[in-house]
Antibody, heavy 120, light 107 residues
């Protein structure tokens, strides 16, 4: 059974950093392209970024609002994808979802999400 | 960036009604479009990919159509379990972008 389990969400102060994790199981993680998507409370969905597989060059792409502040990485040995969030502001308050791109251009499987709250 | 405009932003319908949601892209995205259903407090769930391909296990009440810039999600006969918010998403160009969502509730 495919599982994606995010963790690491917390209440933190503006300017601080946080690292989110997403533990994957039930599929070939090393071949997987993984994205992060966030959703501010009561708002819509926003794509954060993606990391391709090593076979895909491990290319990382980011959305403009997070470029230079957020970094996606992966550890194929533990089937985990990470999202490092730096220089956080209140606008980054959201539930962060880990997503497996089950096929190119198909966001087929989502984790349950982890909540990040940025507040002084 | 490609902007995705969904309409309506919300709608009320009765059980058994046919429900139609539209999604318009600012640029030609071919058929690189996903539709998702999200229930309160839950993660989004993929319904349709490639604009019109139903994900395995999803009710055939849901159909997707369109290509280029104009897309439609149709629920043929609304059921209580379909009460949710629906989002379209383009994956033709980076950054991937979502529509603003359409909330469907019962009249």
């Amino acid at each position: 059974e495919v599982q994606l389990a995010e963790s690491g969400g917390d209440l933190i102060k503006p300017g601080e950093s946080l690292r989110l994790s997403c533990a994957a199981s039930g599929f070939s993680f090393r071949d997987a392209w993984m994205s992060w998507v966030r959703q501010a409370p009561g708002k819509g969905l926003e794509w954060v970024g993606r990391i391709k597989s090593k076979g895909g060059g491990e290319t990382r792409d980011y959305n403009t609002p997070v470029k230079g502040r957020f970094t996606i990485s992966r550890d194929d040995s533990t089937a985990t994808v990470y999202l490092q969030l730096n220089s956080l502001s209140a606008e980054d308050t959201a539930t962060y979802y880990c997503v497996w791109e089950t096929r190119v251009a198909v966001f087929g499987r989502w984790g349950r999400g982890t909540l990040v709250t940025v507040s002084s | 960036d490609i902007q995705m405009t969904q309409s309506p932003s919300s709608l009320s319908a009765s059980i058994g009604d046919r429900v139609t949601i539209t999604c318009q892209a600012t640029h030609d995205i071919g058929k690189f479009l996903n539709w998702f259903q999200q229930k309160p407090g839950k993660a989004p769930n993929l319904l349709i990919y490639d604009a019109s391909t139903l994900k395995t296990g999803v009710s055939p009440r849901f159909t997707g159509s369109g290509s280029g810039t104009d897309f439609t999600l149709t629920i043929s006969s609304l059921q209580p379990e379909d009460i949710a918010t629906y989002y379209c998403q383009q994956l033709h160009d980076l950054p991937f972008t979502f529509g603003g969502g359409t909330g469907v509730d019962l009249k």
